[in-house]
């Protein structure tokens, strides 16, 4: 079994700065992408960032050069650093991975979403 626990959501103003983290535990052989989605009031789920490996990243255009993405490889968690946040950034964020629990298999699994508000 497989679970990922995220924390950091929360209440912040416009142009404020939150930092999310999301650990995976559990029978892990590797985890392959880990990264980040979001789904707001009324709207479908979208990518927010995603990390397939150290040397990768791919960002929606809504939020390049605002968020940053990084993995902990030794931890098994991966982290989304929100800076400058605009209220339209409220939503409920989910941790995402693709994780293998043996050789033979790869999975997706989610998180169980974290609140991000962001209003004055």
């Known amino acids: 079994q497989v679970q990922l626990v995220e924390s950091g959501g929360g209440l912040v103003q416009p142009g404020g700065s939150l930092r999310l983290s999301c650990a995976a535990s559990?029978?892990?052989?590797?985890?392959?992408?880990m990264g980040w989605f979001r789904q707001a009031p009324g709207k479908e789920r979208e990518l927010v960032a995603l990390?397939?490996?150290?040397?990768?990243?791919d960002y929606a255009d809504s939020v390049k050069g605002r968020f940053t993405i990084s993995r902990d490889n030794a931890k098994n968690t991966v982290y989304l650093q929100m800076d400058s946040l605009k209220p339209e950034d409220t939503a409920v964020y989910y941790c995402?991975?693709?994780?293998?629990?043996?050789?033979?298999?790869?999975?997706?699994?989610w998180g169980q979403g974290t609140q991000v508000t962001v209003s004055s």
């Open positions: 995402y991975a693709r994780i293998s629990p043996n050789p033979m298999r790869e999975y997706s699994y």
């Open positions: 559990g029978s892990i052989f590797s985890i392959n992408t």
């Open positions: 990390k397939p490996s150290s040397s990768m990243t």
